[in-house]
């Protein structure tokens, strides 16, 4: 702004208050209350400036719809000319950094940008999850009159917060209650496209990672005696007593933690109540329940964690880190693998041996992406992993056969039903070590709840292939086959494949493993494995996939279920090292993965390649696909390349030919040179 300029701020508030008033709205100043709920959670979220005490909004209603629904209606007002709203490149309001921490500036400096700070407030700390956020900006004229400016922005779950702006308006009557039926009618007509909401889950997700990596090492570093194992179950109970369920289960809030020493008050007896409450509202079978009640009671009502220092408990001192930093994540409905994100964040502070951490790698989400579509997963498929882990590849699954559903039934009362078929009963995991359990648990419960078949059983040794928990009796009837084992069991983990596809009876298979298994380190297991399935391709990925946490070259292996391998059958074998994705393992960048290369486009044409042939090569070249036979008696042969012809061509002699000519002349020319050179001196 320049300099001398007085702000008309004032003018500002004074107009706008006063179409309010005429509108005969109830709305609340910066000073009053609107209600409990969003008056405290605008106190809790950190202030436009960064620091911790009040938000308060210039104006604020609460407004209610035909349908009965309730709208948060936050406004910000500024005073001078041009400072309505900061958008970034990608025309989104820029509240972030580039490594993604809040532009505490912009937040501060521009009407809807603080407008949209407000409506983050509410979307993390409330039941609300639809929010009009509203900027008005002004400046006098060289007239000296009042000129204004205003925006419009709709903050919900289904944008990720970020808001969209619903459009052009000269003054606020689109909320007098005459009309504002049809305002609300457009703003549920705004939608994203699918790169738009791609590339915000992608700004989200990075944002996701820099605050998992602060929490825990908050805890890490502040919260003495509390081992790996407490801090996942920590983390996994606080996200589920702060979920809660509409209507029925009401959300635990951090001020209902007293820190009481009393018989059954204590903050751990507080919080495994609410958890109670939730897993039964969620109709979680008895014996699962009881399993996830068992496992969180432990850490939960131990006396350390419930033990009052200075008026609090540790319990409520990390109960309130994790609601405060993840909070806004989890409530917003990310269908990304978030506990997986955990997982490896919470798994990054072990001190494994380089063999034990690459059993616990998280799958990059597109990689589960692949491995999904490999398998030709669709609505009505049955999918199974048999190394769930944090269920990143089931949730990947998940995601892929509801998106299908939704494509393709356009009933709502069928599509409702599939959607709730899908969660309940097409999905099956299995995961041994119970700290990871539960981190699955978690995961599923966050997507949806497609829980209800994550069991923690030794998917080598005590499973049968039957659905658990009251369905023990019941085939699971499996049909694709998703998995990322642990590289240190036999055969780099090909023994998990053998025992799925051992119980399958028709389908496909997708599985990312040491590629060494595919080069004899599986040798005896392979040759099993091809006397009842046909390998259909074998997919040589980048060596750096799991920078940082992984250097080991892998595979994917894809199998058609239940068919004999014939030794004519046909192997695609592609070469996928440059997958179009440039990696960086620099904890203080804010983007290490990016796309460099037609990432996007290149994993669309694999996918192309497996399933339908040569004729979908486009960005490759033959060099990088390669069509050849196996021998099914071998179980070594996996790994194959673009052979390279060493025969010289009548090309390749001219070319000879033709660079020993020009080293010939430049040779004579040079020493013509020289001796003239040497005859002038």
């Given amino acids: 702004m320049a300099k001398g300029i007085q702000s008309v701020e004032p003018n500002i508030a004074d107009l706008v208050n006063g179409w309010l008033r005429s509108y005969k709205l109830d709305y609340k100043l910066e000073q009053q209350s609107l209600n409990a709920e969003i008056d405290k959670a605008l106190n809790e979220y950190f202030t436009k400036n960064g620091g911790s005490g009040a938000n308060r909004p210039d104006a604020k209603l609460l407004l209610r719809d035909k349908q009965l629904n309730y709208y948060p209606i936050l406004i910000e007002y500024k005073g001078y000319k041009d400072k309505l709203v900061k958008l970034d490149a990608q025309g989104i309001v820029d509240n972030k950094k580039a490594k993604n921490e809040p532009n505490f500036k912009h937040i501060n400096s521009y009407a809807v940008n603080g407008a949209i700070h407000y409506a983050n407030a509410i979307l993390h700390h409330t039941g609300y999850t639809d929010i009009i956020s509203i900027g008005v900006t002004g400046y006098r004229d060289e007239r000296g009159e009042l000129q204004y400016e205003i925006g419009v922005y709709y903050v919900s779950k289904g944008n990720l917060g970020v808001g969209q702006e619903v459009g052009k308006y000269e003054d606020l009557s689109f909320l007098k209650a005459e009309n504002f039926d049809s305002f609300i009618e457009r703003v549920n007509k705004l939608s994203l496209t699918p790169e738009e909401l791609q590339r915000l889950k992608e700004q989200r997700e990075q944002e996701i990672n820099i605050s998992l990596a ?85 850490t939960l009502t131990t006396e350390n964690i419930n033990r009052v220092e200075n008026g609090e408990t540790q319990l409520k001192r990390v109960f309130c880190k994790i609601v405060d930093d993840l909070g806004i994540y989890y409530k917003i409905g990310l269908t990304t693998d978030f506990t997986g994100k955990l997982f490896n964040e919470m798994y990054s502070w072990l001190g494994f041996t380089q063999d034990k951490l690459n059993d616990v790698v998280l799958t990059p989400s597109y990689v589960a992406q692949l491995l999904v579509r490999l398998a030709r997963v669709n609505k009505d498929s049955y999918v199974w992993d048999f190394a769930t882990g944090s269920a990143g590849l089931l949730v990947a699954a998940m995601n892929e056969m509801l998106n299908d559903a939704r494509r393709t039934i356009n009933s709502p009362d069928k599509l409702a039903r599939k959607e709730a078929l899908i969660k309940a009963e097409q999905l099956l995991g299995l995961e041994l070590l119970s700290s990871v359990y539960m981190l699955a648990i978690l995961n599923m419960i966050l997507m949806g709840d497609g829980s209800s078949n994550i069991l923690n059983k030794n998917s080598l040794t005590d499973f049968d292939g039957r659905y658990g928990f009251g369905k023990d009796n019941t085939p699971f009837p499996a049909d694709a086959f998703v998995l990322n084992p642990p590289y240190s069991a036999d055969g780099n983990g090909m023994n998990f494949v053998e025992r799925a596809l051992s119980m399958m009876s028709k389908g496909y298979a997708a599985v990312i493993i040491q590629n060494s298994a595919g080069s004899g380190k599986a040798r005896e297991i392979n040759k099993r494995i091809l006397q009842r399935n046909t390998l259909v391709a074998s997919i040589k990925m980048p060596i750096d996939l799991f920078l940082g946490k992984s250097s080991v070259q892998t595979n994917i292996y894809v199998f058609k279920v239940a068919e004999k391998h014939d030794p004519k059958h046909i192997v695609k074998f592609i070469d996928f090292s440059n997958d179009g994705y440039t990696r960086t393992n620099r904890k203080k960048a804010s983007v290490n993965l990016r796309d460099t290369d037609q990432a996007k486009e290149r994993y669309d044409e694999l996918v192309n390649l497996v399933l339908y042939g040569k004729q979908y090569l486009k960005i490759f070249t033959e060099k990088e696909y390669y069509e050849a036979t196996i021998d099914p008696q071998n179980g070594s042969d996996w790994n194959k390349s673009t052979p390279v012809d060493t025969h010289p061509t009548l090309a390749d002699f001219k070319k000879t030919v033709a660079d020993y000519l020009a080293w010939e002349v430049s040779n004579l020319l040079k020493q013509q040179t020289d001796g003239e050179n040497s005859l002038g001196k």
Avoid: C, H, W
Wanted: proline share 4%.
């Fill in 214 to 298: 602060k929490l825990n090492n908050d805890i890490y570093q502040s919260e003495k005696g509390l081992g790996e194992n407490d801090r996942v179950y920590l983390v996994a109970a606080s996200i589920i007593a702060t979920l809660g369920i509409p209507g029925k289960v009401r959300p635990l809030e951090k001020a209902e933690l007293l820190s009481l020493q009393e018989a059954g008050s204590t903050d751990g007896e507080i919080i495994m109540r609410k958890i109670r409450a939730f897993l039964k509202e969620k109709a979680i079978p008895t014996e699962k329940k009881d399993l996830i009640l068992r496992t969180l009671q432990n």
